[in-house]
């Protein structure tokens, strides 16, 4: 028999970034059993915000406990819970300015159950600081768009970038994919990727500009296709990159994707590389996504 009630249909929520992220209505958005990977995934603005929430919940969990004894505080108003607020900011920080303290065993008792806390909860967020601000990153810089140009007398799919960074970036490995959506003769959707294959797929050392060459012959799943076509499809193409940051002594990563509509045919990337009088080569990240008709 129908209770009448039904489930709510779980929220859909996106698995990765980008267009080639994957909406899933299966997946638990927040997993309180990972409490590590919900904080180090958090943005920025976003784990500032818990901080401040879990030192305001701790720091008003104890004000009221002390309020809920008058008298258990020297000093403190009877019922001020203003001063049994700051009296719980100098205890969960372990600072005694001498002006309010506890005065029964009640407030006592909580008062050392909050220094624990507080040196509990410094040591946790210590260390996710530490784990944040210690995670290598790659700073790559990549052209707004890919593109489809002749070269060689072949069309060929190019992908730009450089290296964002002062120090040098050794042993780096880049892989280009297109994602398309697809259907079986049965009727069947489904959402495949191919592996674009590289005339250079590594660099020993990453310092100048880097341009991935994936040429659209006969076996490229790009073969015959146009920018309509790549639009129907729901086309993407996205590059992943692993180098050696000799700066950060770490292995670093990075991912960029293209939707079909960043795909342009018909166009080459403008020279970003300039000669001085003195041969000298330099570098102009303005022009790294500037582009040429052919």
């Given at each position: 028999m129908s209770s009448g009630k039904h489930r709510r249909k779980p929220k859909p929520i996106t698995i990765g970034k980008g267009e080639y992220g994957l909406r899933s209505s299966g997946v638990q958005r927040f997993d309180i059993r990972d409490p590590y990977?919900?904080?180090?995934?958090?943005?920025?603005?976003?784990?500032?915000?818990?901080?401040?929430?879990?030192?305001?919940?701790?720091?008003?969990?104890?004000?009221?406990?002390?309020?809920?004894?008058?008298?258990?505080?020297?000093?403190?108003?009877?019922?001020?819970?203003?001063?049994?607020?700051?009296?719980?900011?100098?205890?969960?920080?372990?600072?005694?300015?001498?002006?309010?303290?506890?005065?029964?065993?009640y407030s006592h008792i909580v008062s050392c159950v909050e220094i624990v806390t507080g040196t509990a909860f410094t040591a946790i967020v210590t260390g996710l600081l530490f784990v944040r601000f210690a995670r290598p990153r790659a700073k790559v810089l990549y052209a707004n768009d890919a593109v489809i140009t002749i070269r060689n007398g072949k069309p060929t799919l190019m992908v730009r970038m450089v290296n964002a960074r002062r120090s040098l970036m050794t042993g780096a490995t880049a892989r280009l994919f297109a994602l398309f959506e697809e259907r079986t003769t049965e009727g069947g959707y489904f959402r495949r990727v191919h592996d674009l294959r590289l005339e250079q797929s590594y660099l020993p050392v990453f310092a100048m500009p880097w341009t991935l060459l994936h040429v659209i012959d006969g076996d490229s799943p790009l073969f015959g296709h146009t920018s309509e076509t790549l639009a129907a499809t729901r086309a993407l193409v996205f590059v992943a990159i692993e180098a050696r940051d000799q700066a950060l002594a770490a292995g670093v990563q990075d991912l960029k994707d293209y939707p079909a509509a960043h795909i342009r045919f018909g166009m080459h990337y403008a020279d970003a590389v300039l000669l001085d009088d003195a041969g000298r080569a330099t570098v102009d990240l303005a022009r790294i996504s500037a582009l040429g008709p052919d």
């Open positions: 990977y919900l904080v180090v995934s958090l943005s920025w603005p976003g784990f500032i915000v818990a901080m401040i929430t879990g030192w305001l919940t701790i720091n008003l969990v104890f004000a009221t406990l002390y309020v809920l004894r008058p008298g258990g505080v020297t000093n403190a108003a009877p019922g001020s819970f203003s001063d049994a607020f700051f009296f719980s900011v100098e205890t969960l920080a372990t600072v005694g300015y001498g002006v309010m303290a506890p005065a029964t065993l």
